[in-house]
Nanobody, 122 residues
Framework: QLQLVESGGGLVQPGGSLRLSCAASGDTLDDYAIGWFRRAPGKDREGVSCIRNSGGGTNYADSQKGRFTISRDNAKNTVYLQMNSLKPEDTAVYYC???????????????WGQGTQVTVSS
């Protein structure tokens, strides 16, 4: 069974960068569409970005376009989320998820990681 583990979160100043990793075990990650979601305190979970399976394309939520980049390293069975120009409103727990369709409907995803905290603050 596929297992996902996020890492790379932390505390960063506004304008800074972080790279989140979603490492998989138990199956081949490239067989799945991977979504990144986040949940800020007091807010609903929201989709951030997704990447299609088998070398397919990427998609970004409007507030992340131009700042975030999602990518795969199939040799490492890992998906990354490079986050630049971070803002305080990006503070949240970030989750990766695996499913069959690249979408921002969390019900489309079958496997979830435990999350990694990102805090943007001066």
């Amino acid at each position: 069974q596929l297992q996902l583990v996020e890492s790379g979160g932390g505390l960063v100043q506004p304008g800074g960068s972080l790279r989140l990793s979603c490492a998989a075990s138990g199956d081949t990650l490239d067989d799945y569409a991977i979504g990144w979601f986040r949940r800020a305190p007091g807010k609903d979970r929201e989709g951030v970005s997704c990447i299609r399976n088998s070398g397919g394309g990427t998609n970004y939520a409007d507030s992340q376009k131009g700042r975030f980049t999602i990518s795969r390293d199939n040799a490492k069975n890992t998906v990354y989320l490079q986050m630049n120009s971070l803002k305080p409103e990006d503070t949240a727990v970030y989750y990766c998820a695996a499913g069959q369709v690249c979408s921002y409907y969390f019900t489309n995803y079958d496997y979830w990681g435990q999350g990694t905290q990102v805090t943007v603050s001066s």
